[in-house]
């Protein structure tokens, strides 16, 4: 399985970016996926949002919940990301993944290790 996440940039602060992740090389659409990012000067990767292709759910981190939106587009195998009302502290490298799905998915889903594919990661940048 590969991934091809795309859509990082600079903006300023209240801003918004669209970040898209394709995965292929998987026929299974219930697929769980995932982005998580990592801040600069951070050594981890904190969890963002996730949707879960069985159950057409999604799941977002406090920081970001009513201002980011992740959506599902199963037929594509796509997962896109929009991010609104964008700080400084948004800024990082965000990586998508793509997971066989867990019957614990609402705890799975916000895990690293949930994940068994990870993309490149693609760098985001709010200026102030």
């Known amino acids: 399985v590969q991934l091809q996440a795309s859509g990082g940039g600079t903006v300023q602060t209240g801003g918004s970016l669209r970040l898209s992740c394709t995965a292929s090389g998987r026929a299974a659409a219930d697929y769980a996926m995932g982005w998580f990012r990592q801040a600069p000067g951070k050594e981890s990767r904190e969890f963002v949002a996730?949707?879960?292709?069985?159950?057409?759910?999604?799941y977002y981190s406090d920081s970001v919940e009513g201002r980011f939106t992740i959506a599902g587009d199963q037929a594509k195998n796509t997962v896109l990301l929009q991010m609104n009302a964008l700080q400084p502290n948004d800024t990082a490298i965000y990586y998508c993944a793509t997971g066989t799905p867990s019957k614990a998915e609402a705890i799975m889903s916000r895990l690293e290790y949930g994940y068994e594919w990870w993309g490149q990661g693609t760098l985001v940048t709010v200026s102030s």
């Open positions: 996730a949707f879960s292709g069985k159950t057409g759910k999604t």
